[in-house]
């Protein structure tokens, strides 16, 4: 009986488990196709001819880069949790509830690409860095309760953990940072390089390590 009841709780967890990855890819997908949404379609006449069609195509430019940067962002948030999910043996109902609330941030995510698209201001960028810098203060959380509570399957070393918080503030802290800076300054474009810099704030560590040497 306590062999069937343990293989039962197993099964229990299992399917947890599963339908919680499943369900967290379904909204993944969504997102990334309604980001598509966020280019609109010139508003002409199909009577135009072509170089008036290429002049209204290159006027939607900034629609086309801010898809581009929502894509990169959430296939990167998707990756990043495809990892953990592999990595977990169970799910609790914190984790489930923190999850959901993640998956919430990252629909959210095509309106403010939206926004940015359509207005090129320091009002548009800092509603976008904002909410992505939420969801992924929100992702952190729900890694750091995966490790809390025992839910991998196999402890990262201290060392792994070190190296992937240090990276995790470094992206968010990009991201935060640039909301100031461009209210500030009104300048879109120091926002797009705190971007950069906090994504390779670890290629800058090791560069600088390697020129003490």
């Not at 990756?79 to 941030?105: E, M, Q």
């Not at 402890?155 to 640039?178: C, H, M, N, Q, T």
């Amino acid at each position: 009986m306590e062999r069937e009841a343990n293989s039962g709780s197993e099964s229990k967890k299992a399917f947890d488990l599963d339908r919680t990855i499943a369900l967290s890819d379904g909204i993944f997908a969504f997102a990334l196709t309604l980001l598509v949404l966020s280019i609109s379609v010139p508003e002409i006449s199909h009577s135009s001819s072509s170089s008036e069609l290429w002049a209204a195509l290159k006027d939607r430019e900034q629609e086309l880069i801010s898809y581009l940067i929502s894509f990169a962002v959430i296939g990167s948030f998707w990756v990043r949790h495809h990892k953990l999910c592999g990595s977990l043996k169970a799910v609790d109902g914190p984790f489930v509830a923190i999850n959901l609330v993640y998956l919430a941030t990252v629909a959210f995510i095509p309106y403010p690409t939206q926004i940015l698209g359509d207005f090129q201001n320091s009002a548009g960028f800092a509603l976008y860095a904002a909410a992505i810098s939420i969801s992924m203060l929100v992702s952190v959380g729900l890694n750091e309760h995966a490790i809390r509570s025992d839910l991998m399957a196999a402890k990262p070393s201290a060392g792994e953990l070190k190296g992937r918080r240090i990276d995790g503030v470094a992206v968010i802290g990009g991201f935060i940072a640039s909301i100031p800076l461009v209210l500030l300054t009104g300048e879109l474009w120091l926002g797009y390089l705190s971007w950069i810099l906090g994504a390779n704030f670890h290629l800058l560590l090791r560069a600088g390590g390697s020129g003490k040497h």
